[in-house]
Every structure is written in C-alpha cells, then in structure tokens.
C-alpha cells in the first residue's frame, strides 16, 4: 500500500476532488441542503416552497410538514455522527501513525473460522450425498453408522443452528463433536489384529474430512491460512483500513485527513504528542485551581484524583522520552540522563514545562549534541585537461577535513572520467571536502605523482545532491584551465530536525547580531538545542535548550537593519528573547515549523501575511495544498481540533462498540474477543487520551452484554476479565494503579453486576440451549466460574458455598422445567393438550397414540440426559466438587414433570392393557443403570405405578393359563406338537414368556421382584402338576383301549403323553428353579419348586412305565398261558397236538413286541427314558418266561412249548440288544437260567425222539418210516423256528 501523500495520489485526489466538489461541500443551511450519513449523496428537503409528494390520496398538510421536520431532523442527526466520525477517525490515525504506549500482543488465542447458514446447509447436504451413497468415499457400516448418528443428532438439531447463528460456531466444533462422539464407539469395538484403535480413528477422522470438505480444491487452504496469519499482526495500512470500516470513512476521505495530519511525518506527530500532552497539563491545572472535580464515592478522592492525572501525564511523557531519536544511537547514557531528569521534575506540583528553571539550560554539555553525518563523494569528470599527453595516467584523490584520504581509479589523460565513489563519515557540520588532480610522473627519480589541481567545497547537509562543475585551482604543472564534475552528497542525521544559515540575536546566547550556520538537534523526545556551527569545528560555538520557549513570527527588529536579513521570528521564554532572521520567507516558514514541533507549545503560529505569490518550496507547498484540500472539503476542523476539548470517554465507548460489531461481523469465531490490531489501537488510544479502565471495561462490559443477551455468542472468560477489574478498581484494589472511583463508576457497576447476575442465571438455565453440545469448549465451566464471581460482596470474602448452591439450585429447578417443556413441544405432547387444561389430552386423541407418544416423549427424555450427562456434567462437577448432587435433583425434577404426564396417560389406558409396559421398560432400564437415578424419586414412583399393573397381569396369566390348561386337556387329540402335545406347548411357551416378561422388567425393588420370581415358579410348579396329572388321567385311559392279544400296538398318543412329561421334566428347572442371588441362601431350603415338580414329575414317569410295561407283559403272559394248555399230561395237550402246531405264538409274540419296540423308539423323543422302558420291558419278560418254566421244572416242555419259547427268548435278547439294552441288563442271570433250561429241555427232546424212533422201526417196521418221518418233520420245524 503506498502512502497517501505520495504525489500521484495527490494528482488523483486533486481530481476526484473537483469532480466532486459540489457534492462533498458543507453547508451550514441544513433546511435548504443536508448530507447524507454517507457524505457521498445529497438530498434536498424542501419546507413549504412546492407541493409535496403525496403519500396517500389526500395527505395532510400538518403531516407532510412533521415528516419533513423528521427528515430534516434525522438528516441532522447523522450529519453529527458522520462528524463525529470523523473525527474519532483523526484520533485513530494519529494513534496508528506514531505509538508509544501499546504493541500488538503477540500471545493471543487463535480464533477459529466461523461457521455460517449456507455453510451449515451446505454441509448438511454433503452428508446426505455420503448417506445416500453419492459419493465416493468408500466406508464400513460402523463408520456409515456413525455418520448417521452424528447427523441426525447434531448436524439436524435446532440448537447447533442457533449456535451458528449466534457466531459462535466454527468447524473445529463440528470436528471434535464427531471426534468425541466416535472415540466412544471405537473404544466398544472389538480388539483386530494389525489393526489398533487409533488407526481406526485417524481413518474415520480423515473420512470425515473429506465429507466435510466436500469437493473443495485443497489449494484453497493456504489462501485461508494467509488470512489467519493477517489476523495476528497488521501492518499500519491494514489498520487504516480496518478502521476505515469500522467507522465508516470513505478513502478519499481517509488520503486527506492523512496528508493534512502529516502522518507520515515522525517529528511531526511527536510535535503533536507534546502539545497534547501539554495541553493536559494545563487543563489540569485549571481544574485543580477551579476544583471541578467529577463526583466521587468518597470526597477525599478529589485530590488524589488530581495526582491521578499527572501521573498518567508524566507516564505518557516518560513513554515518549523512551523512544529512541535515531537508530543506532549508542549514546545511551544521555537518554538516561534526560528520562531521570524528566522524571525529576514530574514531582513538583505543577508539571509544566514552564517551570524549568535557569539551570536546566546549563544540563546540556557539547557531548549531548554530537552529531554524526555520512557524506558520499562522488568525482566524475575533468574537463580542460590538454597539457597532457593523451596516454598520460591521471587520477583524483578525495578527503573530509580531518578524515581519511581516497584515490579514484586510473584513467588516461584523453578520457578523465571515473565512476567511483568515497563514503566519508564526520561530526562537522560544515564540513569541507578536498579533492585533487594527479598524474603519474615519468621521472626514474620521483617519488610523487604530480599534482594538476584541486577544489575545496564547503558542504552542508541542505547543499544540492546533484553532480556540479567546480573550477579546480591549477599548480605550476598544468597550465590548463580545468573543471571538475562531483556530486556531493550529505545525509542528515535522525536526531538533526532542521539547519541552515540564520541571522541571530539573544540577550545571553548570539549576543552579536550576525549570520551563523545554525542546527536544530533534538536530544530525546522532549530536549531539543539550537546549536551554532563554524567549519571545520565538530563541536558548538554556542547552543540554547528550547524548553519553555515559544516560537512566532514577528517584525524586523531595529538593531537589525542594514545588518542582513528580511524574515524574522523569535523565541521567547520567561526573561530570554533571540531573534532570528532569513532571507527567504520559506525558509522561515520552515524553521518556525520545526522549532513549533520542538518546543510542544499550544500556540500554533501564523505567519503575518498570506502569500499571494506562487509557493516554490516544495514541502510548503504539498502542506498548503494538504490545508487547502482538508478546508476545501470541510475536514479541516477535524485536522486542528483540540484532542483536550472532547470527551474521549464518550468517544472511546462509541470507538470499542463500533469496533466490536465489526469483529462479531468478520470471518472469525472471535466470542467477543478482539483482533490484535483492535487491542493495539484500543490500548494506545485509552493511553494516550487517558480513557479511564474502569470506563472503557465497563463499557466493554455494557456492549458484551447486549450483545449475549441479543442472543450473540460471547465467550465468558472474557467477561470474567472485565468484571474482575471493574469489580477491584471499584472496591479500591487499583488493578491499573488508579485509586479513584468515580460515583458514575460505582453506579454503572452496580447495574452491569445485576444484568450479569440475571444473564448467568438465564444461561445456567438454558444451558442445554447456551452451550450445545458443550460447545464452546469450556464455556459453561466459565459461566458457572463467572456467576461465583459476580455473587462475591467484594474481592476478598469469598461467596458462601452454600448461596452458591443455592443460585444454582433454583436455575437448575427452572432448567428442567425449560428442558421438559421444549422438549415435549417437540415431541408434540403439549399440542395435543387440552386448551381448558394443562393436564389433560384432547379427547380426540385415542388412549394408543397418547401412550405412543409419551413413550416416544420419554426416549426424548433420556436422550436429553444423556447429552447433558456427555457434554454437561463434567463441565458442573470440575467446576464445583459438590455440584454432582445438585445435577441429580435436576434430572428428579426433569423426571416429576414427566411423571405428570406419564399419569394422565395411564390413568385413560383401558383396564386390564398391557401396552404400557414398555414404557416401564425403558424408563427402568436408564434408571437401574443410572447410579444417581436409581432408587430414586422418580424410580420409586414409577415402581408405585407399574407395580399393581403387573400383580394383576401376574393374576390373569395364572387365570388364564389355568383355563388353558384345563380347557386344552379336555380338547386335546395329542398329535404331536413340538416337544409335546399342542396345550403343553402352549402352557409350556406362556410360562416362560410370563418369567421372561417379568425378569426382563428388571423390577428395581428387590423385595418385590423375590415375591413375583415366587410366584412364578411356584405358578410353573402348579401348572405343571396339573399339566402332569392330566396327561397321567388321559394315559392310563389309553392304556385300557387296547387288548392283550400279540395283534396290539400301542398308540401314538399315548408316546405324546410320555413326550409331554418328559418335556415338562426337562423346562422344570428352568421354570420352577429359583435365581440364586445375595436372600436366596435361606429360601432355597424352604422354596425347592423345581425339585418337588421333579420328584412329581418322576413318579408319573414311573407310573406310567410300570403302566406301559404292564400292559405289555400282559400280552406275553396270554401267550404263556396258550403254550401251557400244551403242558404233559393235559387232557388238552394230546388233543392240541393232532393239529400239528408249528411255531404261531412264537412268531406272533415277536412280531408284536418289534412293532411296539419301533413305535416307542420313534415317538419318544428321550433316549434315556426310552432305554430305561426297553430295559424294564425285557427284564419283566425274561421274569415271566423264566417264572413260567420254573412252575413246569417236573414237567418235561412240549415241542411246540420249546420252539415258541425258544424263539420268544433268542428274538428277545437280539432285538433288545439292538435297541441299545446293556449287556448287564441282556444277559443277567434270569436270562442264563433260561437257557440251561431251554438246553435241557432241547437235548430231552432230541435224545427222547431218537428213542421213539428206534422203537417204531423195531415193532412196526414200515409204520416206523413213517413216525419217522413224522419226528424228523418236527426236527426239521424246530431248526426252521431257529433259523427264523
């Protein structure tokens, strides 16, 4: 940025200017023309010369000339803001052109960028594309999952919208609440091999990066990184620039006032720093001797609050004195020595600068006005060199008086031209430069070049820098007449502010009027020294200290005419008058300005007459034309007003609020907290103007707080600052070293601590809303900070805990109701309230949907605590230790609120509903794991409602399980079903939904839950035994169905039954067990519900075993009984045997005992029970036959008895052993007597047929063929059954 007195700029300004003059002009008739607020745009008002434009078809005339008063009134109105405006502006300007109190703090926050509406719905829709798979982003489910979450919960609430609105959101907050809401599921994720958690981490939080972003071009970053660089330290143009905006001032407004000011003139604003500054000092004065005095807290403090003053004068003229005069000086001993002097006369009662006295002067030494100049001696050319010949050497050698001597490079006689420069440092002020012409000499005998000529230039720091032509004088060896060109160029020091020749007369200095080379040195920022040179002497002839003098034009003096000099000014001080005179009126224009800026005087003087004639000093006339420029367009009063007349109190409040809507307005999520530039330019302004810092915190404090109570987003850290130094100047701790408490302090810190008391409160309040999501990070543990602050008396008694707890307390108490009833608005639970009552729903509304939504109502509910107990709690617990018991007595009174609703809802359920108990349900599951909740107040009186509900579902499950089972037994057609029969099923399936309904209600009484575990169990125990006895009943009147004949099977029905007493056995324990818990020690042995069901349950498996088996031997008892009509010696067995039996019974018997072997094991459905009914089978059939034979052991067995038994036995211990009977069981000793019995009887029957047969072929000869053949069919038979 260039400057604006750049003459360019000028050129451009000028331009602008007269194209704009007409418009930019100030009237002061503001009934005929008025500016704008703008200062671009004029518009005319007129009153009472035409007819005014109708706003309606028939205006009134009385109301056309009010509103045309408004306007002219209103125009009025902004025409002095845009003034004052302007000239608050000035005063910035001079603060950003010469500080000397404040820097730009380097250490501050920094400030994230904000996030806005379009932003917000821009990245809204980024997420929705991801979701909806419109993107390219590749993610699991987990992570889909989350995303999901995060924007359903977050992205689309209601409260991050509002903090977006409130400016106090930027996209880091959108970052760590994602972060924070992953790390939790992250950390509930499985352990993967190769693959840690954090690496999971840092891939989500890329992926959500990339979501975020969406399709911005990532070399837009470094541009964003720029500007928030930018926000640390500005350069003056940007704070020029920055405060062009914040109050309003257009640019060509601002390159004006800039030149007119001379802002980029150092001298000239430290000139302007002193005049202020002693301007201070003499309206203090003034009011100390007037003792006006603004009102106190206390009346003593009227003259400490005059100490006050010229202290913070003194700190601002030690300030000034600090800054260096010159870089580079090393010379730090005087600046020393002027501060300590400074200081010293800060001590006496009256401060001005007037009241050095005489022996001040003499403070000065020769040492403290050394200067040091750099001088550049540039030889360039010689002309007239012809004496020479053309290949002659020559050469120039250049020196300072009393410095070193320089050579120049070699060139030949033909071209004596050289491009070489010698750089020379002095202390003279007039110092003299020599330089010579040299030629090599030829001689074999010389020892010195020959000298052509030389030019002595006398030079001052004011001389011409342009290369000139000097005449050389010439020696006996050159003839020629020679010139020379040289550019001589002298530098001024930074501490040398002005020089030149000056015709001077004093009464103890100059005492002789006559012309002498005089410098104006400025020693420190408030000791400056006019200085008389002669050549050649480093050192002053003679020097004056202008402390205490004023300057001013003034006539010729008498003694001075005919002795030289035209223009003449003076200074003057108390018993000292010189008088000083130039031949050129610029030049006296240009002393007295310096010498005006040197001296700090109030008086700015006036030159005698105006120039009418053409202006040729350059700087004069760039500052007339600056004048001119700045009263041309009315900006002139604002350049020569006089910062002392204004009240910087009332300026500075207007500077800090317009300042700060700026800042809540840029890009930054500042919360209040201003740039570094702001603070910079707030600090020097208030240094410089003596802006007291109760008043411009209070202020401070006035405008955050409007803005946080308009809803804006204002971090509380930074209004704990304020408060707290408000708060120890007023009860006189001086945090700025000021003592006085103004009575308007007193006052207005009292009302801001009650507005800040009530702010707190309504923030505690509404913290879910103020902070969402714990956003800002801190800010509520801040608050809660600020609010024990604020309640403090004073600055050392602290608050009691107890008061604390108390505030807290009752906004908590209001926090629940504010949370409940916005949240029950969104769960539009209240809208469907009655308009008569607040307790009762529309009747329109059906008792399902009202429960529908207070269910839905109450996950909302734990939602919202769960998000306080996240993003809250921590935040109240860290800030005071004692607060955890207070956050529970919030979430009891959330939860009472609640409880009014949830009974109006129960009370219009229809009798005997179940529906509401999953509300139960999930309201007991976060209360049993919440540690604070549970048992609570609210979990109590939920238990109190529910508890009746489920006593009598408990009752009519029993009912109706009951009925069940007694209507199902007497319907039953035992197909199988299942593990059982249809009603076991069922009575089987209720049962265990009733445990499983009850047990999953987690009943929070543990009293009552032992009771109902009780009496389920002993329920299922019951129902069981009745179940059990019922198919006992129905079994054994199966059993009598059928006959005892080797055609009976048993029925399938009859193996469901077993089936059903099996399956009751096997969910008896399940059923009837109790759960062993802590009281279950003693109950146990008094309550075995499961053991006596399976004791039960045990015997009529063994009734109906012994049933079953019963019935199944009775059939082979009926066979025995048939084959023992064949026993020797029967009337009936000699008759059985002409039929000629073969081996029927036998066949029939096995055939009979395989059907039923395959019927009982395909349809029981236990194998051990199915063992155990084979195994107790064939053990009663191997008793039976072997009882059987032991009744015949006299008697020998007929052959038909031996085939059938032999075959019942040998197919019998075959197919049992193939069913899985044990070998113990199969081969006991009933079974071995069986065979030595049935070997026996074989062997007697084959030995007793040889007999017979033997017999038959010796008496009856061919009849014995016969019984022969008879006896070896029989043999064949019988080792045919046995083959079978």
Not at 562 to 585: L, Q, R, S
Not at 815 to 827: C, D, K, P, Q
Not at 1118 to 1127: E, F, G, N
Request: proline fraction near 4%; aromatic fraction near 8%; include cysteine.
């Amino acid at each position: 940025m260039r400057e604006p007195s750049s003459s360019e700029e000028e050129s451009e300004n000028e331009t602008n200017d007269d194209e704009n003059s007409d418009i930019l002009s100030i009237h002061n008739n503001v009934d005929q023309k008025s500016l704008s607020a703008s200062g671009e745009n004029l518009s005319v008002v007129s009153h009472g010369r035409g007819p005014p434009r109708p706003a309606s078809p028939s205006p009134s005339l009385i109301s056309d000339r009010e509103k045309a008063i408004e306007d002219t009134e209103k125009l009025e109105r902004e025409e002095e803001e845009r003034k004052k405006r302007l000239q608050l502006y000035v005063f910035v300007m001079r603060c950003i052109a010469y500080p000397f109190n404040a820097k730009q703090p380097t250490d501050m926050a920094r400030r994230q960028t904000k996030v806005t509406k379009q932003q917000l719905q821009t990245i809204k829709e980024r997420f929705v594309a991801f979701l909806n798979g419109e993107t390219s982003i590749v993610a699991d489910e987990a992570f889909t999952n989350a995303v999901q979450s995060y924007y359903e919960v977050f992205l689309k609430s209601d409260r991050v919208a509002t903090m977006v609105k409130s400016g106090g959101c930027s996209a880091n907050d959108f970052r760590e609440v994602f972060k924070n809401n992953i790390e939790k599921r992250v950390r509930s994720l499985p352990e993967i091999d190769g693959l840690s958690k954090e690496t999971v981490l840092s891939s989500w939080m890329t992926k959500f990066d990339a979501i975020f972003r969406g399709e911005e071009d990532p070399r837009k970053q470094p541009q964003r990184m720029s500007t928030a660089a930018s926000e640390l330290i500005l350069s003056k143009e940007q704070l020029y620039e920055m405060f062009q905006n914040i109050l309003g001032v257009k640019k060509y407004e601002h390159q004006i006032l800039y030149n007119a000011c001379q802002l980029d003139n150092a001298d000239e604003q430290a000139a302007q720093v002193r005049r202020e500054l002693d301007r201070r000092l003499q309206l203090t004065e003034q009011m100390s001797r007037m003792r006006k005095h603004p009102k106190f807290v206390v009346k003593e403090m009227e003259s400490m609050y005059m100490d006050e003053l010229k202290s913070a004068i003194n700190l601002l003229m030690a300030n000034l004195e600090s800054l260096p005069v010159s870089k580079g000086s090393t010379d730090s001993t005087i600046s020393r020595l002027q501060k300590l002097k400074r200081y010293n006369r800060a001590q006496h009662s009256s401060l001005s600068k007037m009241d050095i006295n005489d022996e001040t002067d003499s403070g000065l030494s020769k040492l403290d006005v050394v200067l040091s100049f750099t001088l550049e001696v540039h030889v360039v050319e010689v002309k007239g060199l012809k004496s020479l010949a053309n290949n002659k050497i020559v050469y120039c050698t250049m020196e300072v008086e009393g410095g070193e001597k320089l050579q120049t490079d070699q060139a030949e006689a033909s071209k004596p031209s050289w491009d070489t420069q010698g750089d020379f440092t002095t202390t003279h002020p007039l110092p003299v430069v020599k330089v010579k012409l040299y030629t090599e000499s030829s001689g074999m005998l010389s020892l010195e070049d020959k000298e052509l000529g030389k030019v002595v230039i006398p030079v001052t720091a004011s001389s011409s820098r342009q290369p000139e032509w000097y005449r050389m004088h010439t020696t006996k060896n050159c003839q020629d007449d020679l010139k020379i060109k040289i550019a001589v160029r002298m530098d001024k020091p930074q501490n040398m502010k002005h020089c030149g020749y000056l015709y001077g007369l004093g009464k103890k200095v100059w005492k002789k009027y006559k012309k002498r080379y005089f410098v104006l040195v400025q020693v420190s920022q408030y000791t400056f020294a006019m200085c008389s040179y002669r050549e050649k002497k480093p050192d002053p002839t003679e020097m004056m200290q202008l402390d205490g003098f004023t300057v001013d034009y003034c006539e010729q003096v008498p003694d001075a005419e005919g002795f030289g000099g035209k223009y003449f000014f003076n200074c003057v001080k108390e018993g000292d008058n010189v008088t000083f005179a130039t031949d050129d009126e610029n030049e006296r224009t240009l002393w007295v300005q310096a010498i005006y800026r040197a001296t700090g005087q109030t008086h700015k003087p006036v030159p005698p007459v105006v120039q009418t004639n053409k202006i040729s000093n350059t700087q004069i006339s760039r500052m007339q034309g600056d004048a001119d420029r700045a009263r041309k367009h009315g900006l002139d009063e604002f350049v020569q007003a006089n910062p002392v007349m204004f009240d910087h109190h009332d300026l500075f409040n207007m500077l800090q609020t317009l300042t700060l809507d700026y800042r809540l307005n840029d890009a930054y999520t500042c919360l209040g907290w201003f740039s570094p530039g702001q603070v910079f330019v707030l600090d020097e302004y208030c240094a410089r103007y003596g802006v007291r810092g109760c008043h411009r915190h209070l202020c401070y404090l006035n405008d955050l707080l409007e803005r946080a109570e308009a809803g804006i987003m204002i971090d509380p850290t930074l209004i704990h600052y304020s408060f707290a130094f408000c708060a120890s100047h007023v009860h006189g701790n001086r945090p700025d070293g000021i003592g006085t408490v103004l009575l308007k302090e007193k006052l207005q810190f009292d009302e801001i601590k009650e507005r800040l008391r009530i702010l707190l409160e309504n923030q505690i309040t509404h913290f879910r809303y103020c902070f969402p999501f714990g956003r800002p990070e801190g800010a509520l543990k801040a608050t809660l900070s600020l609010l024990e602050r604020v309640l403090m008396k004073d600055i050392v008694t602290p608050v009691p805990p107890e008061e604390v707890r108390n505030v807290i307390k009752k906004c908590l108490e209001n926090a629940a109701l504010v949370n409940y009833t916005r949240i029950s608005e969104y769960a539009k639970i209240e809208g469907r309230k009655g308009s008569g009552s607040t307790d009762s729903y529309n009747e329109e509304v059906s008792p399902k949907k009202r429960l529908d939504d207070v269910i839905h109502l109450a996950e909302l509910c734990i939602e919202v605590l769960q998000q306080n107990e996240e993003h809250h709690a921590e935040a109240f617990v860290t800030a005071f230790a004692w607060f955890s018991d207070l956050l529970v007595e919030h979430a009891e009174i959330f939860w009472s609120l609640f409880a009014v609703d949830m009974d109006s809802t129960l009370e219009m359920q229809p009798p005997d509903t179940w529906d509401s108990f999953p509300l139960f349900q999930l309201l007991n599951d976060y209360l049993r794991n919440d540690e604070n909740l549970s048992s609570g107040k609210f979990h109590q009186h939920l238990r109190m409602v529910f508890a009746p509900q489920v006593v009598r579902y408990v009752d009519l499950m029993e009912s109706s399980i009951a009925q069940s089972i007694h209507k199902g037994f007497e319907r039953e057609r035992w197909e199988p079903q299942g593990n059982g029969c249809a009603t076991s099923e069922d009575m089987l399936w209720k049962l265990d939904a009733l445990q499983s309904f009850i047990r999953e209600l987690h009943w929070p009484d543990e009293m009552f839950a032992d009771h109902l575990d009780h009496r389920l169990k002993l329920m299922a125990a019951d129902m069981i035994e009745a179940a059990a006895k019922r198919t006992l009943k129905s079994f054994e009147a199966w059993l009598r169905k059928g006959g005892k004949g080797t055609d009976y099977l048993l029925y399938p029905e009859m193996a469901v039954m077993m089936n059903v007493i099996i399956d009751c056995k096997n969910r008896a324990l399940h059923l009837c067990a109790l759960d062993s818990g802590e009281n279950m020690t003693l109950i146990e042995n008094s309550h075995q519900y499961h053991t006596k069901i399976e004791d039960f349950l045990d015997r009529i498996q063994v009734q109906m075993v012994k049933c079953l088996i019963e019935k199944l031997l009775s059939v082979l008892e009926s066979v025995l009984s048939k084959l023992a009509r064949y026993d020797e010696g029967t009337f009936f067995s000699s008759i059985l045997s002409l039929t000629k039996p073969v081996n029927e019974l036998g066949k029939a018997y096995v055939d009979f005992m395989r059907g039923n072997l395959d019927i009982l094991r395909q349809k029981i459905a236990d194998e051990l029970f199915t063992l155990s009914i084979f195994e107790q089978w064939y053990t009663g059939q191997m008793k039976m036959i072997c009882d059987w034979l032991s009744d015949r052991l006299d008697l020998s067995l007929h052959p038909y008895q031996l085939t059938c038994v032999m075959t019942i036995n040998r197919k019998c211990f075959s197919d049992f052993e193939l069913q899985g009977v044990p070998e113990n069981a199969l081969n006991a000793k009933t079974y071995q007597t069986i065979c030595s019995r049935l070997q026996v009887e074989e062997a007697t029957q084959s030995v007793t047929q040889s007999e017979n047969s033997s017999k038959t072929s010796r008496f009856l000869g061919g009849g014995g063929s016969s019984m022969g053949g008879a006896s070896s069919g029989t043999g064949s038979q019988a080792s045919g059954d046995e083959s079978d």
